[in-house]
């Protein structure tokens, strides 16, 4: 059993209701307004083609009542008969007219043929008289030959002293010139409502251009716009009908703003409440080592007591590093955008960080040294970069063995734009392979070495200093160093403009 067909409306809900994608609204709008305008102008073509056609028939059927008229004026009674006298420029017009052929009939009173031609077709008993015309005439169509044919059935009343009655007089043309005139009317009409469809489809295409003119300035405002700008769109730009849709937006944009400020408000109190208990915890671990240090001797299982202390202290480490490393990255991806740069010279950075570091690397024999020969300013956060530098050189003394190196270098390099800086840092621990260097960007991946040498990392070092390159415009390299198996880190900050 075949399923009824919804209306097109109903199709329409049930398809937004089911969020179906609706396509381009200019198209749609194209299609609603040419599509019914098509059809109302093929509709208009169609009823000036019949008007047409009626008035060519009322022209054609006036000449040929004129010609009937005519011949029924040469018929009369000479001596008791009915005759037609038909001049022979008639019978030769009949016989030769360019708009088509011309075929008469005179019939006399008791239906006797009084001239023309014999078998022309009777006229139909159901044919009624034409009321245009106060004549007694009657139009009809027939098949004269195998030609359709359009005739002219007059009634004409003859009669002398001896009798009277009436006579039928039968005129009958091809249709050619009708068909031609016709032809010619339907081209015409064709030809002018095609143009018509054109200049309108024209016109409405510009109509809808036009009019969604706005949308596509709204659009342009929203695409252009910053990942901090969220302030309210203007509802201006668009008209009457779409103003609610951008109040929507706007005030969708408030509440998103209103989450980011928690967000930041967030990571502000996290990163106090944190820090505070932590370095309170491991405060407390050092000192309880250091009370086991003191009164060792006094009791065998001191020692016992001393490596489970130490064991809090070193988790405790790894959790204050984990906490700052995430509030640091969160920082970084929540709020860049509302960062305020200035020039940062990155040998004062480098200064300052070598010797809050220095005891670090003192207490792991390594070798710190800081080669700044010359000073390179950068457009930067101050801050940022000093996060940066510091992530990259406590990954460098966590993952150099005792004895080891770790240079810091700061110097200027030439860019594309001008004159950049470069930093760089390099070790000598075991370095990572190059099939690794991309994987070791993104965070908490960590290589087996590192797993090996330095189980309590995070893995979240190279991912901040990544984020802070591209916050700075910087690009980012890993490869080996110079002694053949380290890790050398070098960003490339670019030239200020």
Same mark, same amino acid.
């Given at each position: 059993?075949?399923?009824?067909?919804? &209306?097109?409306?109903?199709?329409?809900?049930?398809?937004?209701?089911?969020?179906?994608?609706?396509?381009?609204?200019?198209?749609?709008?194209?299609?609603?307004?040419?599509?019914?305008?098509?059809?109302? /102008?093929?509709?208009? $073509?169609?009823?000036?083609? @019949?008007?047409?056609? =009626?008035?060519?028939?009322?022209?054609?059927? @006036?000449?040929?009542?004129?010609?009937? @008229?005519?011949?029924?004026?040469?018929?009369?009674?000479?001596?008791?008969?009915?005759?037609?006298?038909?001049?022979?420029?008639? *019978?030769?017009?009949?016989?030769?007219? #360019?708009? +088509?052929?011309?075929?008469?009939?005179?019939?006399?009173?008791?239906? %006797?043929? /009084?001239?023309?031609?014999?078998?022309?077709?009777?006229?139909?008993?159901?044919?009624?008289?034409?009321?245009?015309?106060?004549?007694?005439?009657?139009?009809?169509?027939?098949?004269?030959?195998?030609?359709?044919?359009?005739?002219?059935?007059?009634?004409?009343?003859?009669?002398?002293?001896?009798?009277?009655?009436?006579?039928?007089?039968?005129?009958?043309?091809?249709?050619?010139?009708?068909? !031609?005139?016709?032809?010619?009317? *339907?081209?015409?009409?064709?030809?002018?409502?095609?143009?018509?469809?054109?200049?309108?489809?024209?016109?409405?295409?510009?109509?809808?251009?036009?009019?969604?003119?706005?949308?596509?300035?709204?659009?342009?405002?929203?695409?252009?716009?910053?990942?901090?700008?969220?302030?309210?769109?203007?509802? #201006?730009?668009?008209?009457?009908?779409?103003?609610?849709?951008?109040?929507?937006?706007?005030?969708?944009?408030?509440?998103?703003?209103?989450?980011?400020?928690?967000? @930041?408000?967030?990571?502000?109190?996290?990163?106090?409440?944190?820090?505070?208990?932590?370095?309170?915890?491991?405060?407390?671990?050092?000192?309880?080592?250091?009370?086991?240090?003191?009164?060792?001797?006094?009791?065998?299982?001191?020692?016992?007591?001393?490596?489970?202390?130490?064991?809090?202290?070193?988790?405790?480490?790894? #959790?204050?590093?984990?906490?700052?490393?995430?509030?640091?990255?969160?920082?970084?991806?929540?709020?860049?955008?509302?960062?305020?740069?200035?020039?940062?010279?990155?040998?004062?950075?480098?200064?300052?960080?070598?010797?809050?570091?220095?005891?670090?690397?003192?207490?792991?024999?390594?070798?710190?040294?800081? %080669?700044?020969? =010359?000073?390179?300013?950068?457009?930067?956060?101050?801050?940022?970069?000093?996060?940066?530098?510091?992530?990259?050189?406590?990954?460098?003394?966590?993952?150099?063995?005792?004895?080891?190196? /770790?240079?810091?270098? /700061?110097?200027?390099?030439?860019?594309?734009?001008?004159?950049?800086?470069?930093?760089?840092?390099?070790?000598? +621990? &075991? +370095?990572?392979?190059? !099939?690794?260097?991309?994987?070791?960007?993104? &965070?908490?991946?960590?290589?087996?070495?590192?797993?090996?040498?330095?189980?309590? +990392?995070?893995?979240?070092?190279?991912?901040?200093?990544?984020?802070?390159?591209?916050?700075?415009?910087?690009?980012?390299?890993?490869? #080996? $160093?110079?002694?053949?198996?380290?890790?050398?880190?070098?960003?490339?900050?670019?030239?200020?403009?």
């Amino acid at each position: 059993m075949q399923r009824p067909r919804r &209306p097109l409306f109903e199709r329409l809900r049930r398809r937004w209701a089911l969020g179906r994608p609706l396509g381009s609204l200019r198209s749609q709008l194209l299609r609603w307004l040419l599509i019914p305008l098509a059809m109302l /102008v093929l509709l208009d $073509a169609f009823f000036v083609y @019949r008007n047409a056609l =009626d008035a060519a028939d009322m022209a054609y059927d @006036r000449s040929l009542l004129a010609s009937t @008229r005519a011949l029924a004026e040469r018929v009369s009674i000479v001596g008791g008969k009915v005759v037609a006298e038909v001049p022979y420029v008639a *019978l030769d017009s009949f016989e030769t007219d #360019t708009l +088509g052929r011309i075929y008469y009939k005179v019939t006399g009173i008791n239906g %006797e043929l /009084v001239s023309g031609y014999g078998d022309l077709p009777r006229v139909p008993k159901n044919v009624p008289r034409s009321q245009n015309y106060p004549a007694l005439v009657r139009f009809y169509h027939a098949d004269y030959h195998g030609k359709p044919i359009r005739i002219a059935a007059l009634l004409q009343p003859v009669y002398d002293d001896s009798m009277r009655g009436i006579a039928l007089i039968q005129v009958a043309e091809t249709l050619d010139a009708r068909r !031609g005139l016709s032809n010619q009317i *339907l081209f015409d009409t064709l030809s002018w409502q095609a143009a018509m469809i054109l200049v309108m489809g024209a016109l409405v295409w510009f109509a809808v251009r036009l009019v969604l003119r706005p949308l596509m300035r709204l659009k342009t405002e929203v695409e252009t716009r910053t990942l901090s700008d969220l302030s309210d769109v203007d509802p #201006t730009l668009v008209h009457k009908e779409m103003r609610p849709l951008v109040s929507a937006m706007n005030g969708s944009m408030s509440r998103l703003q209103q989450l980011i400020a928690s967000q @930041r408000r967030f990571i502000a109190d996290a990163s106090h409440q944190l820090r505070t208990p932590l370095t309170v915890l491991k405060t407390q671990a050092e000192l309880a080592l250091r009370e086991c240090d003191r009164q060792a001797g006094t009791a065998s299982d001191m020692a016992a007591l001393r490596d489970i202390v130490r064991s809090i202290a070193s988790t405790t480490d790894s #959790t204050v590093l984990l906490a700052n490393r995430l509030l640091t990255l969160a920082r970084i991806e929540h709020g860049s955008d509302s960062l305020a740069m200035d020039l940062v010279s990155l040998r004062r950075v480098a200064q300052q960080l070598g010797l809050a570091m220095a005891m670090t690397a003192v207490g792991k024999h390594i070798d710190l040294s800081l %080669e700044a020969p =010359d000073d390179a300013p950068v457009h930067g956060q101050a801050l940022l970069l000093h996060e940066l530098l510091a992530n990259l050189v406590d990954n460098a003394l966590r993952y150099t063995p005792q004895g080891g190196s /770790v240079i810091l270098r /700061v110097r200027a390099a030439q860019t594309e734009n001008g004159h950049g800086a470069m930093l760089e840092v390099e070790d000598s +621990g &075991p +370095g990572i392979a190059p !099939g690794e260097r991309e994987r070791v960007l993104t &965070p908490f991946y960590r290589v087996g070495a590192a797993l090996e040498s330095n189980p309590g +990392g995070a893995g979240l070092g190279l991912a901040i200093v990544r984020d802070i390159a591209a916050l700075h415009g910087a690009r980012l390299e890993l490869s #080996t $160093a110079s002694n053949g198996h380290g890790l050398k880190v070098s960003v490339h900050f670019r030239a200020i403009t």
